[in-house]
């Protein structure tokens, strides 16, 4: 889970998507803290993951609207950069197949000359790649939230079997009179 999160990482920097990378930093910090409730017996932490996937399930579904323009969405508004930069996702100069072809812009020299990029031959669009890795990040967050959901089950069922003592035993170790008899108030002479 971390791994494919980190993966889509790296390509969301290489993009300058800043909500994604945002995005991904919590759902690894979220995923760490989900793996360190399994391993410490803490299922608080696991229930905080279980939601988050929630939440993860919910953003990817919303990447998936945006690359596919559905409900007035569109895949080349900024707003995954929050308005910062002109950048879209890296597989669109960079995808399988793609020819990437640059032209400078005529009568703007210097250092910070921008160029007109145009990308041809991809053998996929870059938003189906994009699709597909939300997909992913879906299909993996279904079989987490199943598997935390199991884990927490497991250990408070864990808490509730375990036996204090003489807490729930029907038959304890050693038995307590519940009702005082007379032997234990009367004092005792021994003779003389």
Known sequence: RALAALERQVFDFLGYQWAPILAN???????ILGLFGTIQYRPRYIVVYA??????VTWNIFIICFYLEVGGLSKDSELLT????RHQSWWSENGPGCVRKEASMSGIK???SHSYI??????????YIEVMHSSFQILIALVGFVYACYVVSVFTEEEDSFDFIGGFDPFPLYHVNEKPTNLLFKQTYLPA
Not at 51 to 56: D, H, K
């Open 25 to 31: 930093f919590l759902h690894i910090i979220i995923v």
């Open 82 to 85: 929050f308005n910062i930069s």
């Open 110 to 112: 210097g250092l910070d």
């Open 118 to 127: 145009s990308v041809i031959g991809c053998a996929l669009e870059y938003r």
């Open 51 to 56: 939601i988050w996937t929630a939440v993860w």
